[in-house]
Nanobody, 124 residues
Framework: EVQLVESGGGLVQAGGSLRLSCAASGFTFDDYHIGWFRQAPGKEREGVSCINSSDGTTYYADSVKGRFTISSDNAKNTVYLQMNSLKPEDTAVYYC?????????????????WGQGTQVTVSS
């Protein structure tokens, strides 16, 4: 059974940093994508970043470019999202998700497995 477990969320002041982790287990896929999404109250879930497990290609939403960095440790089956210069508008529940056949990384329906989410709150 594929499991994705997020951790690292919390409360931070504007301008601060957090590092989220997504630990994946229960699969032996060789080529897949891990995406980070977020959902604020009353808003749709939106793509934040994504990384390919094989070649390390990364993708970012315009709103986080230059502030967030996605990386992976394949030996640990863990993907990280380093979030710097956080803003109050980054406040949301952050989810990681795994896609086996990705065409457009921002499309939530292209992801096959989802974690339970971790809350990130940025105070002004």
């Amino acid at each position: 059974e594929v499991q994705l477990v997020e951790s690292g969320g919390g409360l931070v002041q504007a301008g601060g940093s957090l590092r989220l982790s997504c630990a994946a287990s229960g699969f032996t896929f060789d080529d897949y994508h891990i995406g980070w999404f977020r959902q604020a109250p009353g808003k749709e879930r939106e793509g934040v970043s994504c990384i390919n497990s094989s070649d390390g290609t990364t993708y970012y939403a315009d709103s986080v470019k230059g502030r967030f960095t996605i990386s992976s440790d394949n030996a640990k089956n863990t993907v990280y999202l380093q979030m710097n210069s956080l803003k109050p508008e980054d406040t949301a529940v952050y989810y990681c998700a795994l896609s086996l056949q990705l065409r457009r990384w921002v499309r939530t329906y292209e992801y096959d497995y989802w974690g339970q989410g971790t809350q990130v709150t940025v105070s002004s």
